[in-house]
């Protein structure tokens, strides 16, 4: 008789779970979008959260056109500065990069990330530029912690930022403009749209396979253990099988959350800071989003925002209707 064969149940979730390589999220792919140019990314600190009554926007609800009150993450968007432009060829591995130019002048506290190229002239290698062979512009954008009340560190986080829409001529064009200065928010994106928010979600350290995985506890007669894996596999193949539910590494990893619905793009804080300031953080005193809902990562976390890959969810022609935002204390007084 054949050897009668299991298929693999159930979910494999997110494996292998180790700790992220940085605090900084990485992404990989960029959707391509009709109107531009334009940044199709940007970042800025986790504050808090707090909730706000808002007229439900989702045609689909039971509560169309009626006020909800809805969960809301608060991130602080201080301006970016644009400290290079990265220029990349298409080859038979995929893209590669061909070339950068940088901006005449950065600021000092980014020669604590990377060395900085010095003495070249950007005029020159503009004028030296290929454009043929270029597939696609991204620029090196990055933050001003400096700015942030809450978050306690000067060097900015570095990240490249793609340059998305219209003809490559006019995203040349555009990239050349930002070189060496300040970009804000709404450079990216307006209220009411839907982006994609990538963080590194909070860290819970070395936990076991009941808390890391969710299996069941044994039976209160098992020997010695309960919180255990009842069995680490067969006897062949003699290796323990990566489906097996195993302690280690809990959080700290990369996670993206896709079409999150931005409800309002502010640049007084005073409007959303809670009484006392939000907890662990402080007061917001810069350029904020409100995000409907939760996103990855603690307080003060660096979250990055995209244009949605798999766009989903209401278009809306004009921004959400928010009628009140609490600003209750959030000390639990």
Not at 282 to 303: A, D, E, F, M, Q
């Amino acid at each position: 008789m054949p050897n009668k064969r299991r298929p693999k149940q159930g979910s494999r979730a997110y494996s292998p779970r180790k700790r992220a390589v940085s605090q900084t999220p990485r992404l990989d792919s960029w959707p391509e979008i009709s109107e531009g140019p334009k940044l199709q990314g940007f970042a800025g600190y986790k504050a808090g959260m707090t909730h706000a009554f808002i007229v439900d926007y989702r045609k689909t609800s039971n509560t169309t056109g009626q006020e909800v009150q809805v969960p809301v993450t608060v991130l602080e968007v201080p301006p970016m500065k644009v400290a290079a432009v990265r220029f990349y060829e298409s080859s038979r591995y995929g893209l590669r990069t061909v070339g950068e130019i940088w901006a005449s002048s950065v600021d000092q506290t980014l020669a604590r990330k990377l060395p900085i190229p010095k003495n070249q002239d950007a005029e020159k290698a503009w004028g030296t530029l290929n454009r043929k062979d270029i597939e696609d512009v991204r620029v090196l954008t990055y933050t001003q912690p400096k700015l942030v009340t809450g978050v306690p560190k000067k060097v900015p986080d570095l990240m490249e930022t793609r340059v998305g829409g219209g003809s490559m001529e006019q995203r040349l064009e555009y990239a050349k403009g930002l070189l060496g200065k300040d970009i804000t928010i709404t450079e990216f994106a307006k209220d009411g749209a839907i982006i994609d928010v990538s963080a590194v979600t909070k860290g819970k350290g070395f936990q076991g396979a009941i808390k890391r995985w969710g299996v069941k506890l044994l039976s209160h007669k098992n020997s010695k253990h309960r919180r255990m894996v009842g069995t680490l596999g067969p006897k062949r193949p003699g290796f323990v099988r990566p489906q097996v539910p195993q302690a280690g590494q809990m959080g700290y990893h990369q996670r993206t959350e896709f079409n999150k619905r931005i409800i309002k793009i502010g640049e007084k804080g005073e409007e959303v800071n809670p009484k006392g300031g939000f907890v662990h953080y402080g007061n917001v005193r810069s350029n904020y989003v409100l995000i409907h809902g939760s996103v990855p990562g603690p307080t003060k976390r660096l979250i990055r925002l995209r244009d949605p890959v798999r766009p989903a969810g209401t278009v809306l022609k004009e921004a959400p209707n928010m009628v009140y935002v609490s600003t209750e204390s959030k000390q639990g007084a």
